[in-house]
């Protein structure tokens, strides 16, 4: 069965930068587009970004353009997700996300991953 | 950014129906269909309910439809229940956002 466990909770310091990793099992890890998506406390769904696993092509929300690098793994069929300049704002649940082919919709999720940004 | 505007709560007694609306332009909704709905339980991972504007995924009850009407895409819960309280979020991959702003579905 498809599964995507993401890596623990992270307590980081303004100014620092956080590496959330996504590792998929299940499938043919290659053939699918993976999306990072964030979710801020009370607060509703906010898309980062895609990768191919294929190529390793990406391509990031304007908003996070600069500060984000989404990478993968294909030995180990892992995607990272990389957030540099921590702000307290960034505090938030981080969620890896495997797009359906053509349908561009996300039929499974990570568990999800707490970055909290504090002093 | 502009994000796709849903309304931030509906509610509904259990056997009801209630539709959560998604507006978007002709650039996003109204031009693809590439709508999908997801639903969210506190402190879970969202869940695909709807893909390509109307079609379910396995295992998603048929209590659950989609559609679309120009640059609004609908998502409708028949014979509410329980369980179905939780947040819904649209999604169009063209959108600026790619995610609406959130409806939370109350069972009354």
């Known amino acids: 069965q498809v599964q995507l466990v993401q890596s623990g909770a992270e307590v980081k310091k303004p100014g620092a930068s956080v590496k959330v990793s996504c590792k998929a099992s299940g499938y043919t890890f290659t053939s699918y587009y993976m999306h990072w998506v964030r979710q801020a406390p009370g607060q509703g769904l906010e898309w980062m970004g895609i990768i191919n696993p294929s190529g390793g092509s990406t391509s990031y929300a304007q908003k996070f353009q600069g500060r984000v690098t989404m990478t993968r793994d294909t030995s180990t069929s892992t995607v990272y997700m990389e957030l540099s300049s921590l702000r307290s704002e960034d505090t938030a649940v981080y969620y890896c996300a495997r797009e359906r082919p053509i349908a561009v919709a996300l039929d499974y999720w990570g568990q999800g991953t707490l970055v909290t940004v504090s002093s | 950014q502009s994000a796709l505007t849903q309304p931030a709560s509906v509610s509904g007694s259990p056997g009801q129906s209630i539709t959560i609306s998604c507006t978007g332009t002709?650039?996003?909704?109204?031009?693809?269909?590439?709508v999908s709905w997801y639903q969210q339980h506190p402190g879970k991972a969202p869940k695909l309910m709807i893909y390509?504007?109307?079609n379910r995924p396995s295992g998603v009850s048929n209590r659950f439809s989609g559609s679309k009407s120009g640059n609004t895409a609908s998502l409708t819960i028949s014979g509410l229940q329980a369980e179905d309280e939780a947040d819904y979020y649209c999604?169009?991959?063209?959108?600026?956002?790619?995610f609406g702003t959130g409806t939370k579905v109350t069972v009354l």
């Open positions: 999604s169009s991959y063209t959108s600026s956002s790619f």
């Open positions: 390509e504007v109307s």
């Open positions: 002709s650039s996003d909704v109204g031009g693809y269909n590439y």
